[in-house]
């Protein structure tokens, strides 16, 4: 099963687990790092994510994955809330528009390469941002890595 088929399988079992308990399922990612598999999953909801609410869904998703089996190889289950999440699909970044968001780029955007301020969307291609007032538009095509902030 490729990494993709899983995050599929799993978003389709989360999605009538969340259904009515005030949780958004934000991402699935299933990664390989440093030679371990890695099913993570992130939420959100308004009022933000308490530790509970990670810790209820750790428990039912994995004695759900424990009960089908789907993954064949051994792997870590991590939840969280959508804190730090990198923003990967042109969706995110209108998901998660007036959030905080720290993008840096391939090569100069403006005379820069990192970005820190509030997140206003998408337009033609480009992550709109407002540094302190200012409106910043970097091409999609130049960002290498792109979170949300955590804000305190």
């Known amino acids: 099963m490729k990494a993709q088929d899983i995050e599929n399988l799993v978003t389709e ?22 030679g371990q598999w890695y099913l993570r999953v992130y939420i959100d909801r308004p009022e933000g994510v308490s530790m509970d609410d990670c810790e209820w869904v750790n428990n039912e998703l994995g004695r759900k ?8 190889q051994s792997y870590v289950l991590e939840v969280s809330s959508s804190g730090e999440k990198p923003l990967r699909r042109e969706s995110d970044y209108e998901r ?22 509030r997140l206003l969307g998408m337009a033609d291609g480009k992550v709109r941002l407002d540094l302190d007032g200012r409106t910043v538009e970097v091409p999609r095509e130049k960002i290498s890595h792109a979170r949300l902030v955590v804000e305190i």
């Open 13 to 34: 079992i989360l999605r009538p687990m969340l259904d009515g308990r005030g949780i958004d399922l934000v991402d699935v990612e299933y990664v390989r790092e440093g």
């Open 65 to 72: 994955l424990d009960e089908l089996d789907p993954i064949p």
């Open 96 to 117: 998660f528009r007036g959030r905080t968001v720290l993008v840096t780029t391939y090569a100069p955007v403006d005379g820069r390469k990192s970005f820190e301020g």
